[in-house]
């Protein structure tokens, strides 16, 4: 079946060509990436690096972080020991075996390359990959599609509705999003329906995409997201598996899109306890998730997180951070060579703005190693389509397993 809502997204959706059309074509994915999936999870709200992956051997740490300042390794509510001096919050707990099993690493003190307090702002350009607002239109990762897909199949995928910037572009992507919970459309409506718009040139292959997806996803989920919505900490760890379990499929995604919200910690933000640390909880259940969800496929991904900007080092007045300049970049996946932290830590004693952790790795960087070492683009190609704004800009080496 496929839901009221659902129907009036493809019919409304049509052919636009910022919001692709809901669904997969009739045949399978293509050839390139082959078995090579990436994912990249926006985390929306501006999420504090410093409290996920805390430098504890910074000699500034304790006394800039205050309140917010983590138990040490080995004590009550302590962090858990990573490398160099740096530590993984306790709530992240579920992906320190993968920490273990050298199939993550952390990029610290990172950003997107501009300078904005703007959530708006920073969200567009981290999604276009730009470094000035200047009429966009497209996402940087559908501009990388552009260079994968190869005839109509679709390798790229939204998870949770809308299609974000990141995935707007000229190449179709599909989308998926959990039930709403409205009341479903009845089969004998829809197939009374389907006949009045066969022949509508826009209005026709978007209802029978649309069907098509609908019924891919019901094939590999079932009803395992019935009423799961939101894309907050308590919602992110279904998400994440259902997206798991679409990549996984033989004919489904390569590259994926998927995000959660909430991280926008003004007021009571927490040290190893409170608001931030569930959100930490949920996101890392949600990694977790997607991961066991994938199977074998796990074995050739790359998940990448990325936020809009950081937040100030110390607390405010609220018991909660501010907007921000760098925060932390996690890499995720069977292919990635962890266990490591890497980049350059630029450290607490001189601050941007004399508040803000200062940037050390334009995030677009790491993008492009995984693009070229992941997906097999090329440099050129890199500098002059994807991320145009900095072409000078050299891909980050040795994030992935040879």
Same mark, same amino acid.
């Given at each position: 079946?496929?839901?009221?809502?659902?129907?009036?997204?493809?019919?409304?959706? /049509?052919?636009?060509?910022?919001?692709?059309?809901? /669904?997969?074509?009739?045949?399978? @994915?293509?050839?390139?990436?082959?078995?090579?999936?990436?994912?990249?999870?926006?985390?929306?709200?501006?999420?504090?690096?410093?409290?996920?992956?805390?430098?504890?051997?910074?000699?500034?740490?304790?006394?800039?972080? &205050?309140?917010l300042?983590?138990?040490?390794?080995?004590?009550?509510?302590?962090c858990?020991?990573?490398?160099?001096?740096?530590?993984?919050h306790?709530?992240?707990?579920?992906?320190?075996?993968?920490?273990q099993?050298?199939?993550?690493?952390?990029?610290?003190?990172?950003?997107?390359?501009?300078?904005?307090? =703007? %959530?708006?702002?920073?969200?567009?350009l981290m999604?276009?990959?730009?470094?000035?607002?200047r009429?966009?239109?497209?996402?940087w990762?559908?501009?990388?599609?552009?260079?994968?897909? +190869?005839?109509r199949?679709?390798?790229?995928?939204a998870? /949770?509705?809308?299609?974000p910037?990141i995935?707007?572009?000229?190449?179709?992507?599909?989308?998926?999003?959990?039930?709403?919970?409205?009341?479903?459309?009845?089969?004998?409506?829809?197939?009374?329906?389907?006949?009045?718009?066969?022949?509508?040139?826009?209005?026709?292959?978007?209802?029978?995409?649309?069907?098509?997806?609908? %019924? @891919?996803?019901? =094939?590999?989920?079932g #009803?395992a997201?019935?009423?799961?919505?939101? @894309?907050g900490?308590?919602?992110?760890?279904? $998400?994440?598996?259902?997206?798991?379990?679409?990549?996984?499929?033989? #004919?489904?995604?390569?590259?994926?899109?998927?995000?959660?919200?909430g991280? #926008?910690? +003004?007021?009571?933000?927490?040290?190893?306890?409170?608001?931030?640390?569930?959100?930490?909880a949920?996101?890392?259940?949600?990694?977790?998730?997607?991961?066991?969800a994938?199977?074998?496929?796990?074995?050739?991904?790359?998940?990448?997180?990325?936020?809009?900007?950081?937040?100030?080092?110390a607390?405010?007045?609220?018991n909660?951070?501010?907007?921000?300049?760098a925060?932390?970049?996690?890499?995720?996946?069977?292919?990635?060579?962890?266990?490591?932290?890497?980049?350059?830590?630029?450290?607490?004693?001189?601050?941007?703005?004399?508040?803000?952790?200062?940037?050390?790795?334009?995030?677009?960087?790491?993008?492009?190693?995984?693009?070229?070492? %992941?997906?097999?683009?090329?440099? &050129? #190609? $890199?500098?002059?389509?994807?991320?145009?704004?900095?072409?000078?800009?050299?891909?980050?080496?040795?994030?992935?397993?040879?």
């Amino acid at each position: 079946m496929i839901g009221r809502r659902e129907m009036l997204k493809l019919t409304a959706a /049509g052919g636009a060509a910022a919001f692709s059309v809901l /669904g997969w074509p009739g045949a399978v @994915f293509a050839a390139a990436p082959g078995e090579r999936r990436l994912i990249v999870v926006v985390l929306r709200g501006a999420m504090d690096g410093l409290a996920a992956v805390p430098p504890l051997a910074d000699a500034q740490y304790r006394e800039k972080r &205050g309140s917010l300042a983590l138990p040490m390794p080995g004590e009550a509510g302590g962090c858990l020991t990573l490398a160099h001096g740096f530590a993984l919050h306790p709530a992240l707990a579920p992906l320190y075996p993968y920490w273990q099993k050298d199939e993550l690493l952390f990029v610290h003190a990172s950003g997107n390359g501009y300078r904005t307090r =703007s %959530h708006f702002d920073a969200q567009d350009l981290m999604e276009s990959g730009l470094s000035v607002k200047r009429g966009m239109s497209d996402g940087w990762l559908n501009r990388a599609l552009a260079l994968l897909q +190869h005839g109509r199949d679709r390798l790229g995928l939204a998870v /949770g509705g809308a299609v974000p910037l990141i995935l707007r572009g000229k190449v179709a992507v599909a989308s998926w999003e959990p039930p709403s919970g409205m009341r479903d459309a009845s089969p004998e409506f829809i197939a009374a329906l389907a006949p009045l718009y066969r022949a509508d040139p826009l209005l026709g292959p978007a209802l029978a995409g649309g069907l098509k997806a609908q %019924h @891919f996803s019901e =094939s590999v989920l079932g #009803d395992a997201m019935e009423g799961g919505r939101g @894309f907050g900490p308590k919602t992110f760890a279904p $998400l994440a598996q259902a997206a798991g379990k679409l990549l996984a499929a033989a #004919d489904g995604p390569r590259i994926a899109e998927l995000e959660m919200l909430g991280w #926008d910690t +003004h007021v009571n933000q927490g040290a190893a306890e409170g608001r931030l640390a569930q959100n930490f909880a949920g996101y890392a259940e949600g990694l977790a998730a997607l991961a066991a969800a994938m199977g074998d496929a796990w074995r050739k991904t790359v998940l990448v997180a990325v936020t809009e900007f950081g937040r100030t080092v110390a607390v405010n007045g609220n018991n909660g951070t501010d907007h921000g300049t760098a925060s932390v970049l996690l890499v995720l996946g069977g292919a990635v060579k962890g266990g490591r932290i890497a980049g350059d830590w630029p450290g607490l004693s001189q601050l941007q703005d004399d508040r803000d952790l200062r940037v050390a790795t334009d995030s677009r960087s790491v993008m492009k190693g995984i693009l070229r070492d %992941h997906l097999g683009l090329d440099r &050129g #190609d $890199l500098a002059r389509k994807i991320f145009p704004d900095v072409p000078e800009l050299k891909p980050f080496d040795g994030l992935l397993k040879v």
